[in-house]
Structure formats: C-alpha cells, structure tokens
C-alpha cells in the first residue's frame, strides 16, 4: 500500500489524496458504527431516530450516553457493548488517519538519497 524505503516519498499531492483516501475509509467506518448505534438504540429502548443518533454520537465521541436512566435490561447490555465497540472504534479511526502521516515521517527519516 505504501512506498518501500528504497523509493523517494510521494509527492505532496499524493500523499494529500492518500489523506483523503484514508479519511474516507474512517468516515465510513463511523458512518456505519452510528448507523449501528442507532438501529440498536431504536431496537432495545424505542427512542425516537434523533434520541438513538444522540446517545450513539455521545458514544463515539467519548462522551458517554445521553440517557442512562430507566433502561432496559437488553438496552442496558447494549448500550454497555455498544460503549465498548466505541472505544475500539476511536483507537481504529485514530490509527487509519495517522498511518500515512507516520509513515511519511519515518520514510523521510530513512529514505537515503544517491
């Protein structure tokens, strides 16, 4: 995916559209972890569409829910899983976006020019 060590880095260009290439991939990956959320929320507690996106976008921006009161038992169990996936979440979309700039760092560090 990224350039051995032996080749010159990317042009600035080209690691902009890396950029993008991997800020798309960590977008839809939130896009589907709210979307999750969300169906649960609206499953397990039969909060309204607008209640289920709050307390899941509470959740993956490490907030915490909104409502935690008067829960369900299943709503209880989902809401705590669903708190775990979010955290991995976090960690996942942390490391796609840094990658390229990391290895861009580290490639400059030990590219040799001839």
């Known amino acids: 995916m990224y350039e051995p060590h032996h080749t010159p880095p990317i ?6 559209l890396r950029m993008l290439a991997h800020a798309g991939a960590a ?3 939130i896009g589907i972890s709210l979307l999750a959320g969300m169906i649960g929320y609206a499953h397990y507690e039969h909060m309204s569409w607008l209640d289920a996106f709050l ?3 509470m959740l993956l921006g490490g907030m915490g ?9 299943p709503g209880k169990l989902f809401a705590g899983m669903y708190a ?3 955290g991995l979440v976090f960690i996942v979309v942390m490391g796609i ?3 390229p700039v990391i290895h861009r760092i580290l490639h400059r560090f030990h590219w040799a020019e001839k």
């Open 97 to 99: 976006i840094l990658a």
């Open 27 to 29: 977008l839809t990956l």
């Open 55 to 57: 307390n899941s976008a």
């Open 65 to 73: 829910p909104v409502k935690t009161e008067d829960l369900s038992e």
């Open 11 to 16: 042009s600035l260009g080209r690691f902009a």
């Open 84 to 86: 775990l996936y979010a």
